[in-house]
Each structure stands twice: as structure tokens, then as C-alpha cells.
């Protein structure tokens, strides 16, 4: 059930704080353009002469928060950003190649690459992925997970249970040393499809452009289409961003069943309404993230991939039932601590407030961004005086009370 109340005022305070503090978040353009030059490098060293993989047309692309526009500074400069990413074998498949195999002849030239460049730090392998670290003050490590295309396959199990197929066709199978099937040739390869989700983000994301229709539509979606999500910056976005701190604050001391950054932006992006400031679009997410949690045939909480709807973001939840708690726990505090915050209009009391919340060095940082101002109110994302809009508010909680 939610706690946020029905009616909010936010104050014009705690918005401009709220900006504030997403610019603090925000990850340096030039990092996104580095990421971008590490990904060209890998993929013309894969493709030279001498690689033994150049006949299987590797290609490298990010995932996650780094290609959604989502991804935050590291809580300390001591910690790296996690940049993850794919690399697809255009021209392979499940049935030519086993998941071990495919992993080995990646990380073979990803280690020869590490050693052609003088890179320190040893090559990793995950569960899925090599990890790839950079000594050079680039302050991130590479996460790259070998995949082939599956768009037939997978939309043939899309339309046998009936689902859409809308981002079927970048569907691709990656590896995982957990699966059965990781030795052998077979169709038992994990799912994933981060350029479908991609997708789907960026068209939540620009709800809000497509109501300012104040320019032609379709010129506006020519334009947003040609601009790479991570480079928009947007009121989806950085709510998202913020909610991650908030997570990663509140289980700062053990993360073992913090929820999802996945789970956490899915359900933000579904909630989202298309609010034209950051603050509104956080009280609108809050409020009704928790909707877009279904519930499956045996009872199971089911978050669906929007781009894979076979798959749900929240079956661990079955076998780690402290997950879902986790989960209703840190909803709860965040609905707490955002709804307090939006109330205030002293800027040094939503600091105070937001240290709790997303820690003190941060907020701090955000406080100073900007002189303080004459108090006023925001309301359902329009700025008015602060007489006229205490009066709204009042009128409109009293509606609520009688209806």
C-alpha cells in the first residue's frame, strides 16, 4: 500500500534541490565518451588481421545504466564506474558454438589485448562476462558478456505464449558457467536483449517530449531518435539516478539483497508520467511503482521484462524471500524521506534531510551548488507564489477529504 499521501507540495526548495542533486549524480560526459573510445578500441583489435575471431564479426556495444543515461558517480573516487557491455557474434549461433567456447575464444583476445596495452590489473571471468579493469585513470572496469543473435528463436517463443514481439529482432543468447548446458551445444542459453530495452526506456523516457507539442511531433521524435540515450537528460533519468543512491545508502553496510538496479528502473520507467520536473516525476514514480509488480499463476511476484516478457526481473524473489522484503523496506523508506523532503522550504533543513537519505558528502555538494532563494511552492510541476499555492494545496487535500 502506498504511504505517499494523496496530495504533495513540493516546494520550489526541495525541486531545485532535487535538481541540484542529480547534477551531483551525474556521470561526466567526457566518461561517457571515454567508455565509448574503450569499446572502438576492443572492437578494431578484435577485428584485425591476426584476431581469431574477426570471421565471426564481433561486435561491442554497451548495456545497462551506462547506455540508459542512468549510471551515478561511484559513492568515492576510490571506487570504479561498472561499465557493462556486450559483445555479439554476429555471424554465430547455438548451434555451431558451446557457451564455454565461445567465452574462451573471447577471453583469449581480450587477455591479449590487456597485454598488448600494459594493462596491470589481471583479466577476471565472471559468471557471464570478463572483466576487464583500466589502470590508466579512466577510474572504470569492463564487463563484457560474449552473446549471439536469437531474434528467430526468440520470436517464435514469444508468439507461442502470445506475448509481443514489438523487440524481438535484437534478442541475443548469452553465456553462463551456471547453466546446464554451458558445455555442450544446445538451445539452453541465457536471454538478453539490451538494446530492445534500451528502446523501450527511451520511449518512457520521452513521454514527456512528446507532450510538449509545441514543436511538430514528428519532428521531435526525428530528433530524439537521433540522439543516443545516455546523452538525454531528463526528469525519467534522473529520478531513476536518485532512487539508485538512495538504495545503494540505505544498504550501504550489507547490498546482499538490495534490490536491483533493473527492478528499480523498470518500475520507474512504467510509473513515470511524463512530469515535466524531477521532483514531480520522483513523487509520481514513488507512488506507483509497486503497481507494475504482478503476480504470477503460483502466487510468484512477477516484474516482466518489458523487452523480453518471458522473463521476470524478480524470480530470485521466489528463493530469496528476504529480496521482496528488501525491496518493500526500501520502498517504503524512500516514500517516507521524499515525501518529508518535498514539504520543505529551508534549504539547510532538506540537506539535513537528504544526508540521512542519500548521504552527507552528497548532499552537502548539492546544497552548494546554487545561493539560497526566496521560498515558494511547486505544485503538480508549476511554480506559483507561496500564498497562492498553500492555498491550492489546501483546497485540493480538502477535496480529497470529502469525496
Avoid at 511538430?216 to 540522439?227: K, S, Y
Amino acid at each position: 500500500m502506498s504511504m505517499i499521501p494523496d496530495t504533495i507540495t513540493l516546494t520550489k526548495e526541495a525541486e531545485t534541490f532535487l535538481e541540484d542533486l542529480a547534477a551531483e549524480l551525474e556521470i561526466p560526459q567526457g566518461r561517457y565518451e571515454q567508455a565509448r573510445e574503450r569499446y572502438r578500441s576492443l572492437g578494431e583489435w578484435l577485428h584485425r588481421d591476426a584476431s581469431t575471431v574477426r570471421q565471426f564479426d564481433p561486435q561491442i556495444y554497451a548495456q545497462g545504466s551506462f547506455r540508459l543515461g542512468t549510471a551515478i558517480k561511484p559513492p568515492s573516487e576510490k571506487e570504479d564506474y561498472d561499465v557493462d557491455s556486450i559483445c555479439l557474434f554476429k555471424k554465430l549461433d547455438r548451434q555451431t558454438i558451446t557457451q564455454q567456447d565461445l567465452k574462451i575464444r573471447l577471453g583469449q583476445e581480450v587477455e591479449a589485448y590487456r597485454t598488448a596495452n600494459s594493462m596491470i590489473k589481471p583479466l577476471v571471468e565472471g559468471r557471464r562476462c570478463w572483466v576487464l579493469s583500466y589502470a590508466d585513470g579512466a577510474q572504470f572496469h569492463m564487463d563484457m558478456v560474449p552473446a549471439v543473435p536469437s531474434a528467430e528463436s526468440q520470436r517464435r517463443r514469444l508468439l507461442e505464449a502470445h506475448l509481443s514481439t514489438a523487440w524481438a529482432e535484437t534478442a541475443v543468447s548469452i553465456t553462463d558457467n551456471e547453466t546446464p548446458g554451458y558445455m555442450v551445444i544446445t538451445d539452453d542459453w541465457q536471454r538478453s536483449n539490451p538494446k530492445g530495452y534500451s528502446r523501450w526506456f527511451k520511449q518512457r523516457t520521452t513521454v514527456i517530449l512528446e507532450k510538449r507539442q509545441a514543436l511538430t511531433a514528428d519532428r521531435v521524435r526525428a530528433e530524439v531518435e537521433a540522439i543516443p540515450t545516455f546523452k538525454l537528460k531528463l526528469p525519467l533519468q534522473a529520478a531513476v539516478m536518485i532512487l539508485k543512491r538512495h538504495r545503494d545508502n540505505m544498504f550501504s553496510k550489507d547490498a546482499t539483497d538490495a534490490p536491483i538496479s533493473v527492478i528499480i528502473t523498470s518500475l520507474a520507467a512504467h510509473a513515470y508520467n511524463g512530469e515535466a520536473r524531477i521532483g514531480a516525476a520522483l513523487v509520481s514514480i514513488l507512488a506507483g511503482m509497486d503497481r507494475f509488480i504482478l503476480t504470477g499463476a503460483n502466487g510468484e511476484a512477477v516484474i516482466q521484462n518489458p523487452s523480453d516478457p518471458l522473463e521476470n526481473f524478480a524470480d530470485k524473489w521466489v528463493k530469496h524471500p528476504e529480496r521482496k522484503s528488501a525491496f518493500y523496506s526500501w520502498l517504503a523508506t524512500a516514500r517516507e524521506d521524499f515525501s518529508a523532503l518535498a514539504g520543505m522550504t529551508d534549504r539547510r533543513q532538506i540537506t539535513e534531510r537528504a544526508s540521512d537519505s542519500v548521504g552527507e558528502p552528497l548532499a552537502k555538494r548539492a546544497e552548494g551548488r546554487r545561493p539560497y532563494a526566496t521560498p515558494s511552492l511547486l505544485t503538480t510541476g508549476f511554480i506559483r507564489d507561496e500564498a497562492q499555492a498553500r492555498r491550492e494545496a489546501v483546497r485540493i487535500q480538502g477535496d480529497n477529504r470529502s469525496a
